[in-house]
């Protein structure tokens, strides 16, 4: 089973901040999907990137794969209080079509 | 479009009760999925289910544990005799057919508390 390291595992930040967050492995992904969990809610799917070298934008928030396809991350301009949450990478384990592995996740608190 | 719905969102059971954890899928979504998070662990897969079928159990306990999706009704994940240790988020999440590996739709979780 592929292990994915996301870093830092806790980010405090003032509102208006820019921050970058990371997802690794030392295989190569099929696919990467990148989720938001607020207390005491579940995770809300924001992205999927599949080729290397891909770009995503969603309003603030930049989503990079890396060119080899081992890493990802998220970039997100002039944080607000409400992005505040649980950031989840995750990928289809062995090639599954349907079964996930999680990262164990990065904290982010923006503070206003 | 109502979204993944799951009940209860709380429950609270003794050592050795059963716990029943309930979901319904997205409309139009036929497959289903169950995590469980721990604080520590994250999120862990344990079972994938189409109507009347499991297809992948392989992250469940092999004892206590049980899962269904019937014809009719909502999924059912089942814990019997549960134990401290079974405290935690669990979460449903259902896709199209087919579609599990581009991104899930989940429910908002029952929290299982063991007393």
């Known amino acids: 089973t592929q292990l994915l390291e996301q870093s830092p595992q806790f980010l405090s930040i003032q509102e208006g901040e820019n921050l970058t967050v990371y997802c690794n492995s030392s295989s190569v992904f099929s696919s990467l999907q990148w989720y938001r969990q607020e207390p005491g809610e579940g995770p809300v799917l924001l992205v999927t990137v599949v080729t290397g070298g891909e770009v995503k934008k969603l309003k603030r928030l930049t989503f990079q794969f890396g060119d080899a396809r081992k890493d990802s991350s998220l970039h997100i301009t002039a944080a607000q209080p409400g992005d505040t949450g649980l950031y989840l990478c995750a990928e289809n384990s062995g090639g599954s079509n349907y079964k996930l592995t999680f990262g164990k996740g990065t904290l982010l608190t923006v503070n206003p | 479009n109502a979204g993944v719905m799951q009940n209860p969102r709380h429950l609270v059971r003794r050592r050795g009760q059963e716990a029943r954890l309930r979901c319904s899928p997205m409309?139009?979504?036929?497959?289903v999925y169950w995590y469980r998070q721990l604080p520590e662990e994250g999120l862990k897969f344990m079972v994938y289910l189409q109507k009347e079928n499991i297809i992948d159990e392989s992250g469940m306990p092999k004892e206590r544990f049980s899962a269904e999706f019937p014809k009719e009704g909502p999924s059912i994940l089942r814990i019997q005799q549960v134990v401290r240790g079974d405290s935690a988020a669990y979460f449903c999440a259902s896709s199209p057919p087919g579609q599990g590996g581009y991104g899930y739709t989940f429910g908002s979780g029952t929290r299982l508390t063991v007393v």
């Open positions: 409309k139009g979504h036929s497959h």
